[in-house]
């Protein structure tokens, strides 16, 4: 092997005079490093920023899907939170709005300039997860876990993660081998929300269960116990061939239909259709967190503040 | 405002400033007229705006060092760059357009016939004084950064340009070296024409003296997935006979990579960066802790 290729691995050797120096400066203000982090992912646009332990995902998922798997010594993972739909997306009486408009790019354009900051200013290595999947609608590394872990959020009966202030948002995280230290789980679930406990009691649903219920042909089942979620259930297929309707999926089914096709002129009208039109706009933002369905969220009541 | 109000070397700091709070790395300014020594008509600024003065070049990273590091090759083929010298130069040309008055559009660069775009973004970054072709697929280093991506603006403002790099910076005092001993730098080792790969070279008395680089191999390779691969495969959906076997070629993770990277067209997204991760050049700056 070349010689310039061994400077090129992480090697045994120790770091380099350059880097240590910059170790040392770094750790002086270990402390401090945290908030500033936070301030400036808050600056960059994100609506809510947290730090987990990279270690963490040891736990939870399996090999393969953890930090160090993406970048080795990972330490730590900073996520951010935002880019959700604004108040006038939730009031818009028109579908086409938030079918069209709501994508995550908003907040990976936040994690990108994060990890470049972070190399930047304190010399340690950073990396954006990459928001797209890796295979089939597996992503490199689960965002709701980090999310979780980063005390931003708890999982629902709606099953997204939800922000106690915010509800739900979109989420990115940059995996980074800067030791932070971690944030807390919350120890106090999000959902179901006292409303959702209410009703619950009164009608045996929450808002989200019955708007989209699996038993009636939707996504959704659940059971609330004592205040929180004794049972939940989640078909993530049924829900994915409908809220990711103008996606990937949606053109590939529309080309198969389209090859099947024997008449030239039905094939054409397959071709020139709207919903074919639609799936190739939506292709565009395919490496982006999109959706063509939003109604759990639309009434879920936790993070309110943000619809009005 | 009339030009001989206006001091066009504060203007020309002012707007480099702008470009860099934008995102810009790195930001040059290159006289208009200078492309028509090098390129054919139809490629030169004023082909595209009229009155053509500057061009005004930003460079932004790629891949973070973190993604460089990565021992997954999946995920510096998929991330998504902030390609913010994109950004930067529209935030440049706003500021030209609303503030002094003139024209200012962003330079094409994306390609419309084969492999040729509009305007080179590689003879811009060079004219404009950031950085120089180098034995790696002719990818342009900058001395302090190595490769960046770059994105230009066209205007009729009259600013005082940048020079062309008068060093080389290929290749580095380590590439010579390794010249020297072995008859081989570490882009051409990493992909020799003579053994399949896409380059060849030959340096002497510390400059590059020869230079080949097979483009249509390493746009095969470099970009894997893509607008040609979609193109590929698509022939081959429309091409079969069989229902079920076109069924598996249409819902494949290739098919479905490839209609990914469509997203990613209008950026220079690639992956294969083998004779860029054993440049010597802006290594520094990929080197964390």
């Known amino acids: ?308 | 405002m009339t030009d001989s109000a206006i001091d066009f070397s504060d203007v020309a700091l002012r707007i480099k400033e702008t470009g860099r709070k934008a995102g810009a790395k790195v930001v040059g300014i290159a006289a208009a007229d200078a492309f028509n020594h090098y390129v054919p008509q139809g490629h030169r600024p004023e082909d595209f705006l009229p009155g053509a003065k500057s061009v005004i070049v930003a460079g932004g990273d790629g891949p973070t060092a973190g993604a460089w590091h990565s021992p997954d090759h999946d995920v510096i083929e998929n991330i998504g760059y902030d390609l913010r010298e994109n950004v930067a130069v529209h935030v440049m040309a706003d500021l030209i357009d609303h503030e002094y008055g003139y024209y200012a559009i962003q330079a094409p660069s994306r390609e419309v016939s084969g492999h040729t775009p509009p305007m080179s973004m590689m003879l811009a970054a060079v004219l404009a004084g950031l950085g120089t072709r180098s034995l790696a697929a002719n990818i342009i280093l900058h001395p302090q950064y190595g490769m960046l991506y770059y994105a230009a603006l066209i205007t009729t403002m009259p600013l005082p340009p940048d020079h062309v790099l008068e060093k080389d910076v290929c290749p580095a005092p380590s590439c010579v070296k390794m010249w020297e001993r072995f008859g081989t730098t570490p882009c051409l080792s990493a992909c020799p024409a003579s053994q399949g790969g896409c380059l060849e070279g030959k340096i002497e008395n510390g400059k590059i003296v020869e230079n080949f680089y097979d483009r249509e191999r390493c746009h095969s390779r470099a970009q894997t997935y893509g607008a040609g691969s979609f193109q590929k495969m698509l022939l081959e959906i429309v091409n079969e006979e069989d229902a079920e076997k076109r069924k598996s070629l249409l819902y494949s993770d290739f098919f479905t990579r490839s209609i990914e990277a469509l997203a990613y067209y209008k950026e220079s997204i690639a992956q294969c960066f083998e004779c860029i991760r054993v440049c010597p050049v802006g290594m520094k700056d990929r080197a964390k802790m």
């Open chain 1, 1 to 308: 092997m070349l010689r310039v290729h061994s400077r090129l691995s992480s090697g045994n050797e120790g770091p380099s005079e350059d880097v240590s120096n910059r170790r040392m400066e770094a750790h002086k203000s270990l402390a401090s490093r945290e908030e500033e982090i936070k301030r400036g992912a808050v600056a960059f646009g994100a609506q809510v920023c947290g730090i987990a332990d990279a270690a963490a995902f040891a736990e939870e998922t399996p090999e393969g899907f953890r930090p160090h798997d993406l970048l080795p010594n990972a330490r730590s993972l900073i996520v951010v939170g935002g880019a959700q739909p604004r108040a006038g997306d939730w009031i818009s009486p028109a579908v086409d709005t938030m079918m069209t408009t709501s994508t995550a790019d908003r907040i990976n354009s936040v994690a990108r300039k994060i990890a470049q900051e972070v190399e930047s200013r304190y010399g340690y290595y950073a990396l954006f997860v990459p928001p797209g999947t890796r295979k089939g609608n597996q992503p490199f590394l689960s965002l709701m876990l980090a999310a979780e872990l980063a005390g931003l959020g708890s999982r629902s009966l709606a099953g997204t993660l939800l922000h106690p202030t915010y509800g739900f948002l979109y989420y990115a995280a940059v995996i980074t081998t800067l030791p932070l230290a971690a944030d807390s789980r919350l120890t106090e679930p999000v959902c179901p929300a006292p409303s959702c406990v209410d009703m619950w009691e009164r009608e045996g649903t929450t808002p989200c269960l019955s708007i989209c219920p699996a038993k009636s042909g939707g996504c959704l089942d659940g059971k609330i116990d004592n205040g929180r979620i004794a049972e939940s259930f989640y078909d993530r297929d049924r829900c994915h061939t409908r809220v990711y309707t103008n996606w990937i999926p949606g053109f590939q089914k529309v080309l198969e239909e389209a090859t099947n096709e024997e008449d030239r002129e039905k094939r054409k009208m397959l071709l020139y259709g709207n919903f074919f039109t639609s799936t190739l706009w939506s292709l565009t933002f395919s490496a982006q967190s999109q959706g063509q369905c939003f109604e759990c969220m639309r009434v879920c009541p936790v993070g309110k503040v943000t619809k009005k």
